[in-house]
C-alpha cells in the first residue's frame, strides 16, 4: 500500500457517477430485459472514460468507477449461486423520526431512475457458492488492460469489494439455521473475489457500511451491545476471508450510509473502535466530511493506528453539491495529519461512493469531477505545510 511519502496522495471510495444511458441499461436488466450485450458494451466504455477522467482530475489512486456493476454489493447476486426470493429492507431509523423529510425523500426517490439498494432485494434460499468465476477475471482484466493503454495513469489502482456482512444484512438470511453459518458461507465465496482482486495487483478496499450503518437500520430498536456483537462476528467473518492476503493490500471503508438524512441515530466511532481495530487490514477509510462526522478524527488520537497502517481521511462530502475549497480541504487534511502525527499515513479522499447503487446519486455528475479536481488541489496546498 502506497504511503504519502513526499506529498499527501489522492484517492475515493469506489462509484462514480455513470451516464445515464447506462443507468437505464441496468434498471432495465433489472427488470429481466436481454441487455447483456449492449449493457457490456456500454460498462466497457464508461469504465474507460472514467479512468481518464479520474487522471485528469489529479487522482493518485483510483479504480474502475464500478462501471461494470449496478451497485456495490447487488452485483454478487449474478455471481453467486443460492440467492432467490424478494424482500424490501427496513426503514431507517433517523429518517422515521422526522415524518416530513420522510416524506420529501419518498417524492425524491419516485422521481429517480435507479437500481435500488433497499427494495426487491433477493434473500439467501440456498448454498451460497462462488460460480461466476469468469466475471471477476473479466472485470480485472479489463481494467488491467485499459492502465496499460493509459500508461499506467494511477500510483496504485484499486478495486472495491462488498463485506460480507452488508450482503448478509441486505441480503436476508432464509436458508441458514443461524446468521453466523450465513456469514461463514459469504465470507468464503467472497474469499474468491478478495484474492483474484490482489492476484491481479489491485488494492483491495472492503465496503463495510454495515459494520456502522447497520445500527440504525437493523438495530436501531435494540441495545447497542447488540449490535457490537454482529460488528464483532462481521470482523472474524472478514478476517478469516483475507487469511491468504497480505494486509498491506487491504483497505477498509466504514460508513454511515450514503444519503442526505439526519443522521442523528448514527452509532460513534468511539463506540466501534475497539473492535475495528482488530481488524487485519492496512489501512482504514473513514468519512470526516459531513456535518455529522467531522469531528471524529479526534478518535484516532485515542485509538492510534498501527505501525503498518494508513487512514484515508473523507475531507469530500459525497451526498452534496457544494465544491468545497481547497482550503477547508487542507484544512481538513492537517487536522486529520496532527492527530495521527505523521504525514506518510495520511491520504486525503471522499466520504463515500458518488454512485453506490446505479442512478442513487445526489451530486451532478460535472459537480462529482470538480470536487475531486478540490480535492487534488487541496492534497497539494495541504502537502506544503505538512511535510
Known amino acids: 500500500m502506497r504511503l504519502s511519502d513526499t506529498r499527501i496522495l489522492t484517492t475515493h471510495t469506489g462509484s462514480l457517477p455513470r451516464p445515464p444511458a447506462l443507468v437505464e441499461l441496468y434498471v432495465r436488466k433489472a427488470r429481466g430485459e436481454a441487455v447483456d450485450d449492449e449493457l457490456a458494451a456500454a460498462a466497457h466504455a464508461s469504465m474507460e472514460d472514467t479512468v481518464r477522467k479520474q487522471r485528469d482530475a489529479g487522482i493518485d489512486i483510483g479504480n474502475n468507477g464500478e462501471q461494470q456493476r449496478e451497485a456495490f454489493f447487488l452485483y454478487v447476486r449474478s455471481r453467486m449461486s443460492g440467492f432467490g426470493g424478494s424482500w424490501d429492507r427496513p426503514p431507517r431509523g433517523d429518517v422515521d423520526r422526522y415524518p416530513i423529510f420522510k416524506a420529501a425523500m419518498a417524492r425524491d426517490m419516485a422521481n429517480q431512475v435507479s437500481v435500488s439498494a433497499r427494495d426487491g432485494l433477493p434473500t439467501a434460499t440456498g448454498p451460497i457458492q462462488y460460480e461466476n468465476f469468469a466475471a471477476i477475471e473479466h472485470e480485472c482484466g479489463d481494467f488491467r488492460a485499459t492502465l496499460d493503454r493509459m500508461g499506467q495513469p494511477f500510483a496504485e489502482p484499486f478495486m472495491t469489494a462488498p463485506s460480507p456482512g452488508i450482503v448478509a444484512a441486505a441480503m436476508r438470511n432464509d436458508y441458514y439455521p443461524s446468521e453466523m453459518e450465513y456469514l461463514a458461507a459469504l465470507g468464503e465465496a467472497l474469499r474468491v473475489e478478495y484474492e483474484a482482486i490482489v492476484r491481479h495487483g489491485f488494492l483491495l478496499q472492503l465496503d463495510c457500511p454495515d459494520l456502522a450503518m447497520e445500527r440504525h437500520f437493523t438495530w436501531h430498536e435494540k441495545p447497542l451491545g447488540d449490535f457490537l456483537g454482529f460488528v464483532d462476528r462481521v470482523t472474524r467473518t472478514i478476517n478469516a476471508a483475507l487469511v491468504n492476503i497480505p494486509r498491506d493490500k487491504v483497505r477498509l471503508h466504514v460508513c454511515w450510509g450514503n444519503y442526505e438524512g439526519p443522521h442523528d441515530c448514527d452509532v460513534e466511532l468511539k463506540e466501534l473502535m475497539p473492535v475495528l481495530r482488530n481488524l487485519n487490514v492496512g489501512g482504514f477509510v473513514f468519512p470526516f466530511a459531513n456535518p455529522r462526522h467531522a469531528h471524529e478524527y479526534r478518535v484516532l488520537k485515542d485509538f492510534p493506528l498501527d505501525d503498518d497502517q494508513i487512514i484515508v481521511a473523507g475531507v469530500i462530502d459525497s451526498v452534496t453539491n457544494f465544491v468545497e475549497h481547497?482550503?477547508?480541504?487542507?484544512?481538513?487534511?492537517?487536522?486529520?495529519?496532527?492527530?495521527?502525527?505523521?504525514?506518510k499515513k495520511v491520504q486525503a479522499g471522499t466520504d463515500c461512493g458518488f454512485d453506490t447503487s446505479a442512478g442513487m446519486r445526489r451530486v451532478a455528475e460535472?459537480?462529482?469531477?470538480?470536487?475531486?479536481?478540490?480535492?487534488?488541489?487541496?492534497?497539494?496546498?495541504?502537502?506544503?505545510?505538512?511535510?
Request: net charge negative.
Open 326 to 343: 481547497p482550503e477547508t480541504i487542507s484544512d481538513r487534511i492537517e487536522r486529520v495529519v496532527q492527530v495521527v502525527g505523521d504525514p
Open 366 to 387: 460535472d459537480v462529482v469531477w470538480a470536487k475531486l479536481s478540490a480535492l487534488a488541489e487541496g492534497a497539494r496546498i495541504a502537502s506544503e505545510r505538512v511535510f
